[in-house]
C-alpha cells in the first residue's frame, strides 16, 4: 500500500556546524533513548530464544546459494546443503560411514554446538565462513562440511556470541561480536591479526555486520556509534566516531562515498564516507533495523514502522513509502528489475521500484526476519518455522523444503 509522505517521515538536513551530532558514549537519556533502549531488551530475548526459559537461541540465517547449492540453516543453527532445483537435501559420504549422509554441519553426532546462526555464511574459494551465537567462527569445506579452522582455535574457547556475519577482503576476514570488539582474521588460518578496540571494547557489543569499502571497513555498535577501521593496521580512520541516540543493530550500506546507516533513534543517517560528517538523517515512526539498498539513485530504507521508504539518496526526501503487514527487518533486494522486500509478518512483496506499486506478493505465513537471497532469478527464503522457500517468476512457489 502506497502511503503520503507527510504521515510518518521527515528530514533533516545536516547541523550549521556541518559535523555529525555527538553525544558521550553511553547516551543522552531522552524519553526516544529510553524508548530505543526499552525495545532492545525485547529484541534481546528473542536473540536468546527466551534464555529466561531455558530454550535455545533460534537464528534467522539467510540462505546462501553457491554453484547449484542452497545453504541454508536451521533454527538451531545446523546449516545443510539443498539443492537448488528441486530443495532436496545433498548427501555426502564421510570417511568410515557404509551410507552417505545429509550433508550438515555440525553433522548429527559431532560434539559442536553453533547455538543459532543470525549472520549470512559466506561462499569463498571453496570454504562456507560463518560466525555462531557460540562465540566461534568456522571455515568449512564447501563439499564436506569438514572444518578446516576455528576462531579461536582451542575446541573450549569462545569470545562474545556472533550476531552479524562475516565479510572477507583480499585475506583478511572481518567479524564483530557482542564482546564489542571487530576482529581481522587470517582467512586462510582464522589466525587473528588484529581487534578493534585495541583495549577498551565498545561498551554494549556489536550486532551488525561489517561492510568494506576499499582499505576501510566501517563497523556499528550498539551504543549507537558507527567506526571507520583501517582493514590493514586496524586503526580509527575517522577523526571520532559518529553517535547517534539509539543503538545500531543494522549493517551499513557504503556507496559513492556516503555511508548510510539506520539506528534504534528512528532515524537513517547518511554521512561522508571519508569523515564521518553528517550529510542528511531521515526520520520514522519506529526502528531502522536492517541494511538500505542503493538502486539508481534511490535509497530504499525498511523500518519496524512497517514502512519501505524510498528516498532521494542525495537529499533524502522521501519518494514515496510501501505500508507492509508487519514490521521489516530483511533488506531490500533488486531482481530482473523488480524491488524485493519481506515483512516479519511472513509477506514476500514484489514491488515496482520507481512507483512502490505492489505488482505480487507471497505469503509464507510465518516470520521472515533476516534477508531474502536470490540466484538466477529465483528467491530463497527462510521463514521462522524452519522452512526455506523457493520462488520463481511473480512469487510462485517452486518449492519449500524443512531443515531443522
Request: proline share 6%.
Amino acid at each position: 500500500m502506497i502511503q503520503s509522505p507527510r504521515r510518518t517521515f521527515h528530514v533533516q538536513q545536516k547541523h550549521a556546524c556541518g559535523g555529525p551530532p555527538r553525544c558521550s558514549p553511553g547516551l543522552s537519556e531522552d524519553r526516544s533513548t529510553r524508548w530505543s533502549w526499552g525495545l532492545l531488551v525485547g529484541a534481546l530475548l528473542l536473540l536468546v530464544g527466551a534464555a529466561c526459559s531455558g530454550q535455545q537461541p533460534q537464528g534467522w540465517a539467510a540462505p546462501v546459494v553457491g554453484d547449484g547449492v542452497v545453504y541454508a540453516a536451521s533454527l538451531q543453527g545446523r546449516l545443510y546443503a539443498l539443492d537448488a532445483k528441486d530443495g532436496s537435501f545433498r548427501q555426502v559420504q564421510a570417511e568410515g560411514q557404509a551410507e552417505p549422509q545429509p550433508w550438515s554441519f555440525p553433522a548429527a553426532k559431532s560434539t559442536i554446538k553453533v547455538a543459532g546462526l543470525y549472520g549470512t555464511p559466506l561462499l569463498a574459494d571453496g570454504l562456507i565462513y560463518l560466525a555462531g551465537y557460540n562465540g566461534k567462527v568456522y571455515a568449512i569445506d564447501q563439499a564436506t562440511a569438514a572444518v578446516q579452522w576455528a576462531f579461536p582455535a582451542p575446541e573450549n574457547e569462545r569470545v562474545g556470541s556472533f550476531v552479524g556475519g562475516v565479510v572477507l577482503h583480499d585475506e583478511t576476514m572481518l567479524v564483530a561480536s557482542s564482546d564489542g570488539f571487530l576482529y581481522a582474521l587470517s582467512a586462510g588460518s582464522g589466525q587473528q591479526r588484529w581487534r578493534y578496540p585495541k583495549t577498551r571494547p565498545l561498551s554494549r557489543g556489536i550486532w551488525a555486520t561489517p561492510v568494506v569499502a576499499g582499505d576501510m571497513a566501517y563497523v556499528a555498535a550498539l551504543d549507537g556509534s558507527l567506526h571507520a577501521v583501517d582493514i590493514s593496521s586496524g586503526e580509527a580512520r575517522w577523526p571520532e566516531p559518529f553517535v547517534a541516540k539509539g543503538a545500531i543493530a543494522g549493517t551499513p550500506l557504503v556507496a559513492q562515498g556516503t555511508v548510510y546507516v539506520g539506528s534504534f533513534d528512528r532515524h537513517l543517517y547518511a554521512l561522508n564516507a571519508a569523515d564521518g560528517a553528517l550529510r542528511w538523517s531521515a526520520e520514522a515512526a519506529n526502528w531502522y533495523w536492517t541494511q538500505p539498498l542503493l538502486y539508481s539513485d534511490t535509497l530504499y530504507a525498511p523500518s519496524l514502522d512497517r514502512h519501505l521508504y524510498a528516498l532521494d539518496a542525495d537529499t533524502g526526501e522521501q519518494r514515496w513509502s510501501f505500508l507492509a503487514d508487519g514490521p521489516i527487518s530483511s533488506s531490500p533486494l533488486v531482481v530482473d528489475g523488480s524491488l524485493i522486500v519481506a515483512s516479519q509478518a511472513g509477506s514476500v512483496y514484489t514491488l515496482d521500484p520507481i512507483t512502490g506499486n505492489q505488482r505480487s506478493k507471497f505469503e509464507a505465513r510465518a516470520p521472515i526476519y533476516g534477508p531474502v537471497t536470490a540466484d538466477r532469478g529465483v528467491l530463497f527464503v527462510a521463514t521462522h518455522n524452519g522452512l526455506v522457500h523457493a520462488l520463481g517468476a511473480d512469487n510462485q512457489p517452486l518449492w519449500s523444503q524443512k531443515v531443522q
